[in-house]
């Protein structure tokens, strides 16, 4: 399984950006995606994830309002629009997928830079 996240780059702040994630190796029969996030010196976070039956999304307070999560439960992918970015948003953006809803996400994309100056 192998996950391909695309979409960063350099905004400035206000701006949008929209990340995509394809998987490919076992394209369905995922509970969930995820998108976290790292910045220098700091821990990778959660961002946004999806559950895809029921339904239900989850944003972090700090980007609650300005990103949001979609995608594709019979293609694994997901997206991640982000608008109003802020300077403090600047990390490297992972998505992950769980195949087993136990808890941990069983694999992780490589990560896409985004960069947003003020």
């Known amino acids: 399984v192998q996950l391909q996240a695309s979409g960063g780059g350099l905004v400035q702040a206000g701006g949008s950006l929209r990340l995509s994630c394809q998987t490919s190796?076992?394209?369905?029969?995922?509970?969930?995606m995820g998108w976290f996030r790292q910045a220098p010196g700091k821990e990778r976070e959660l961002v946004a994830r999806?559950?895809?039956?029921?339904?239900?999304?989850y944003y972090s307070e700090s980007v609650k309002g300005r990103f949001t999560i979609s995608g594709d439960s019979s293609k694994n992918t997901v997206y991640l629009q982000m608008n109003s970015l802020k300077p403090e948003d600047t990390a490297v953006y992972y998505c992950a997928v769980d195949y087993d809803g136990l808890g941990a996400y069983d694999y992780w994309g490589q990560g896409t830079q985004v960069t947003v100056s003020s």
């Open positions: 190796g076992r394209t369905s029969g995922s509970y969930r």
């Open positions: 999806v559950w895809w039956s029921p339904r239900s999304t």
